[in-house]
């Protein structure tokens, strides 16, 4: 089936069996590698890509379910709001504050807290561990992703208040 | 982990679905798909035909019309959380959703897909059978309609038509002044479909007079279940006589058990949580 | 070096890594794509135990997409055994079963297609003929003589079984006030990274060369892989580039490897490998120990333990795997922090019925030590003491290092009581045990937890030769190349794969250290094998120590050659410069800058001393400090570092649901000098967090006929951020002598002693009612299901 998704703003045109998630589509139709597949079933999180703004798991859409929606992956997450041109706030915060080890959950993790924050400005630290809870990451006992993201949060309610945005 | 390949079709009316499936024995309806895709991508699940009732019309509604709430299928449990129609009328709903899986989960599943899922620990079919709904099905040209608790036969088992389509979920609006309710499971992690989780709405008259009490069970059993709890009405309720009441209902119910938790640790937690959803319900009524 | 003038080390900068994750830009091996490429999927045989008379794939070869299929038959002609390092000619491992399956999910066929799809869609024509056979699934009744053999040829289960007497043990048991015996059970858990194992195998037949991308954490990888394969070393490449989502020891996929680089040079073809996360839990070799011990111990009143009597018992499953040495390494802390004068060690390793362990972080540590550590509880309950006060009693004091324990080694230094003592500013114990008595006051289970361990590190084999008296290696090495090119900039090259511990900021961090150069400014470059020095990979927490070791030594070869070329310009000694902020100064004023460096040692040959060579590079391999004897009277000296941690925990639950949740955890940790505050303190979290996981969660779990129940992530539970509380980490360091900085390792941190910490504390809640768990992971219905019995037995009035 010829199918046609948009893929951080860019219309992706491809042949593909109506068996392909969108997890697959991303990386071997598209080429995306950043979007990492970790069960396949729906459990680990590893997939999660944006979806019209909303976290969803890449693995449990087929491809073909998603004409129409807007999907954005870690490739395309600092198009939209970036300060520096290279990471947004969100994968800096992630680099200062270590939120990661191997860099396995990491793509599915930052999508998750980009989620987060856009409708929770100040999340708790409670509130972002139920956040991320659907992402499993066996590295880093969430410690310090929690620390990233509350940095993210700080300096995205500073941004957004402060006239200067720079 | 890759599905076997099957056909897809997206019609955009009820009539289309039902065509589809009349025509094709082997297919089955996608919803949110957070429940089929992992049975098809370990091929526990091998349809021809998958077929996408996302764009069927009105299948994303919510409405109440006179005493009753219609809900459609595809309506995705973040959307029903945030309905204030649902915060209104169906609080118990509200209570029960965010302990299914988890944000991401809740994004694309839906109402209609967790209900024929009929997962033995869904929250969604629990609230259901507890509160009465009646469930709207298409099978070629007959409608019929299923009330919950006839519904759920068994472990992933319903009375659906192997050619229905849940079109439409009733849940009737409680006629009293007064409705509390309380939700509580538990489960090994937090978000995980849970060991045992317990239901409850109360409905109380103008006069402060309890009319109704009802409490489901799911998880523990192999389908949710309504609990018959009789002999509270010629005695003031509280709590403990609840908990006997509770127990005594429970007493000849035969509960799953399993490596993750015992059909005994089931029962015990199950009559904790009941406890402490009646708490919650009475405390909504200002009751106790 | 001191360590107050340092200039990037042990300081808080952020990891270097960092930037290219969280841009999605890591090169995993599911992102290696290569052209022409075929995938693989694997049909499984469902049965504990078969003889294999007849496997018909024709229908399956008739699938469009389908190239070819291999079998077990066909492996077993082409190449050799898997290679398994201990004595046991007939336990032999192929990546296929040959002729037998000897556990449910074993691989059986592998199916080529042009899709992993297609493959999978071929495995479902795939028919299979078996014969069932008897099988065993636990431990103790595969060692009785009664039981079906795994191996029918090896003439029983037992791979491994060797008794040590190290010290006066039954002089010390008799003269002992009292003897406690006791048996605990670790479950089969696993470190279960979120990638799977992966690898991509790429065969040139022109040039006879076969290029490995695999997802690895192992030594000796491309030895192995030419040793089965009967190539050359030489004939093998494996890439150092590709990023590990994940290892803490597991990722060894030897067996995957050999077969798509056995299927490449066949078909002639690049091969696609990434296991699904059936296969991966299934038969991926990616279990971890499953172990019984019955321990005594011998104390005095006092609370005085003089020694111990243990015996481990592992669950090796199918096939040797590396499970046999996990009983081995725990030999080198087999005291724990303790004064213990004499032991007896009993380890036995069988094969059952089940999947095949590989290593896991700690290498047999974790379970070693929980069950010393409750042991130790035990004691305290035992003579109605506090189970700090007798931890205080027993533990070797600052001024007793270096300290040689019963079976040989010799631990470096440490001061456990200051550590203790910081802990406690931060959450102090009584406190604690305060809260704890309010909370039970109100009908809550509340139970404080403790656990103090070691984390043996700087990795040696050193086990081998002592469970096997055939192996004889006593070397085991590390190593660093850096170059400084002519525009004077500094390439690091290393010599591994990383999963997530920052060898590359490890690096560039101790060779900016010493070079007083800007660790951001230096490139590291992880080149394939061929270009690699001999090392021996991330495992027995070593990276810190050797690989840091070699880069500093490396480092070191540079500075000395800038001095020397210094001395010839200046004409002055060695003792008249300093070399600073990447120059050198003499102490008449004059400087020889890096630029003046670069272009004396690249363009100005002239200028050099006679003799000396041009350029500007050394290279570093590194033998592990202390390591390097052979066995003698059954006693080893292991790892030259000993890492300490203390938890501290308190626990909750209600007496009916019991679901324990952690109200505090604070762990201290003395690694010596740390080279990275956030790597290190991110890998104690996440260690504390896999602890939690095997401690509460985590189990492959079978049922009675021989089917793995925990196969999916739905069953096989990890802990969410849900279950994970804040971690309180304090810091101490206690520098190591035998390290450059007196680093010590720290890789395995957190999950040495958190399942002996959770398990204390629960036990302790329970202590009020006589009651104890002795098995991991606590299942919240075991909990209550004991209380429930125990209140029907009239004995509990709540
Ligand atoms: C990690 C994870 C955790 C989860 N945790 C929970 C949990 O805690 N509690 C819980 O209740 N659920 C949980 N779920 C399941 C989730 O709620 C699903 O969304 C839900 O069960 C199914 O809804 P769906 O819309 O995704 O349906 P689908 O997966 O699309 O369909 C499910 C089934 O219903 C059938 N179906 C769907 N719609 C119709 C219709 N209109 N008419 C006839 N048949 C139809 C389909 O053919 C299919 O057989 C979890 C899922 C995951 C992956
Ligand atoms: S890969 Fe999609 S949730 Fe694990
Ligand atoms: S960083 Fe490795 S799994 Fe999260």
Known sequence: ?166 | MKPAPFNYERPKTLDAVCDFLAKNSNSLILAGGQSLLPMLSMRLSRPSLLIDVAHVKGFEEIKKIGNTINIGPMVRQSVALESSVLKNHLPLLIKALPFVGHPPIRVRGTLGGSLVQADPSGEIPLVAVTLGAVFHIRDGNDNIEILARDFFLGPMLTAMPSSGCLYKISFPVSKYSKIGCGFHEIASRKSDYAFASTAVQIEQNENGKIETISLGIGGALDYPQVINISGYNEKKINLKLLKELISEALLNIDFVGDFHASASYRKRVTIKLASRSFSDALKEIGYI | MKREKFKFLSKDRVPSENSRFVSGKGNFVADIDRPNMLHVAILPCHEPAAIIKKIDFSKALELKGVVDIVTGDELLNAIKPLLNGLDTPHVKRYPLAIKRVRYAGEWVCAVVANSRAVAEDALEKISLELIKQEFVLDAEEALSDKSPNVHPDHGSNILLEKKFIWGEVEKDFDKSDHILNYTVKWGRNSTVPIETFGVVAEWNNIESILDVWASIQMPKFSDHIATVLGLKGNDVRVHFDVDVGGSYGVKRGIKHTILASYISRKLNRPIKFIEDRLENMRAGDAHGPERKFNVSLAFDNNGKINSMKMRALDNAGAYAGRAPFQLGKPIGAIVGPYKISSVEYEAISVTTNKAVQEAVRGFGQAPTNYALETGVDKVASYLKVDKLDLRKLNFIKASEFPYTIPSGSEYDSGDYLTVLEKVFKETNYKDLINKRDKLRKKGIMAGVGIASCLEPSGGNSSFEPLLNEKNKTTTWMESCQINVDALGDIIVKIHTTSSGQGHETLVSTIVGEILEVSPEKIRVSRPNSLESLPGNSPVGSRMAIMLGGAAARAADKIKSKIMEIAKFKFGVSKDNLIYKNASVISNDGNVLTWQQIIDLCHRQINELPSGMDPGLASFDIMQVPTGGKLPKNNKVHMYPCYSFEFHLVLITFDPVICKPNILSYTVGHDCGTVINPSIVTGMTYGGVAHGIGAALFEEFVYDENGQLMTQSFLDYLMPSSNEIPEIKIVKHCTPSPHTYFGQKGSGESGYLGAPAAISSAINDALNPLKLEVSSLPIRMHFVSDLIASHENNGKFKK
Not at chain 1, 86 to 103: R, S, V, Y
Not at chain 1, 151 to 159: C, F, I, P
């Open chain 1, 1 to 166: 089936m010829k199918i046609e998704i948009n893929i951080n703003n860019n219309i992706e045109i491809h042949e593909v069996e109506p068996r392909v998630t969108l997890l697959d589509f991303i990386r071997d139709n598209v080429g995306l590698k950043g979007t990492h597949a970790g069960c396949e079933h729906g459990v680990c999180g590893a997939c999660t890509v944006l979806m019209n703004g909303e976290a969803v798991r890449s693995c449990l859409v087929l491809a073909v379910q998603s004409m129409g929606d807007k999907i954005i992956t870690i490739e395309g997450v600092n198009s939209e709001d970036s300060e520096s041109g290279l990471l947004n706030i969100i994968q800096d915060a992630f680099c200062e504050k270590h939120g990661l080890q191997c860099g396995y959950c990491t793509s599915g993790m930052i999508l998750t807290a980009e989620a987060l924050l856009k409708v929770n400005t100040s999340p708790t630290r409670e509130e972002v561990r139920e956040a991320i809870s659907g992402n499993i990451c066996r590295c880093t006992g969430y410690v310090q992703i929690v620390d990233s993201i509350m940095l993210a949060a700080d300096r995205l309610s500073k941004r957004n208040t402060s006239p200067d945005k720079s």
